[in-house]
C-alpha cells in the first residue's frame, strides 16, 4: 500500500491547512495512520494518530491546534492544522505509527512571519 501525502503550502503565522493522506485502491479504514513531520535539519516526529475505532492523539506541540481524522471516502486521512506558526515549518508524511505501509512523497508546508 503506496501513501500519499497531499495539501501542504505555503502560508503565514495564524493561518490554516489542510493535509490529506490518500492511497489508491486500498482502504485505510483498519489501519492505525500516523501523521509526521520532518523539520529542516531535524529528525521526522509524530504529529498525530489515528485509531481504526477513531480514536486520536497529539503531540503536546500541535495539541488544541491540529485536528486528524477520516475522511469520508475509506482511503483518507486529513490532518486539519490551525493556527500554524513557523515552528510547524516541515515536509509532512503519513503512515501507521510503526512505519509498515510505504512510505509516500510528502507534502511541504512552510510557515511564515
Known amino acids: 500500500v503506496q501513501l500519499q501525502a497531499s495539501g501542504g503550502g505555503s502560508v503565514h503565522t495564524g493561518e490554516s491547512l489542510r493535509l490529506s493522506c490518500t492511497t489508491s485502491g486500498s482502504s485505510l479504514s483498519a489501519y492505525f495512520i500516523s501523521w509526521f513531520r520532518q523539520p529542516p535539519g531535524k529528525h521526522r516526529e509524530l504529529v498525530a494518530t489515528?485509531?481504526?475505532?477513531?480514536?486520536?492523539n497529539y503531540a503536546d506541540s500541535v495539541k488544541g491546534r491540529f485536528t486528524i481524522s477520516r475522511g469520508n471516502l475509506k482511503n483518507t486521512v486529513d490532518l486539519q492544522m490551525n493556527g500554524l506558526s513557523p515552528g510547524d515549518t516541515a515536509s509532512y508524511f503519513c503512515n501507521t505509527p510503526n512505519y509498515s505501509l510505504r512510505w509516500g512523497q510528502g507534502t511541504l508546508v512552510t510557515v511564515s512571519s
Open positions: 489515528i485509531t481504526d475505532e477513531g480514536r486520536t
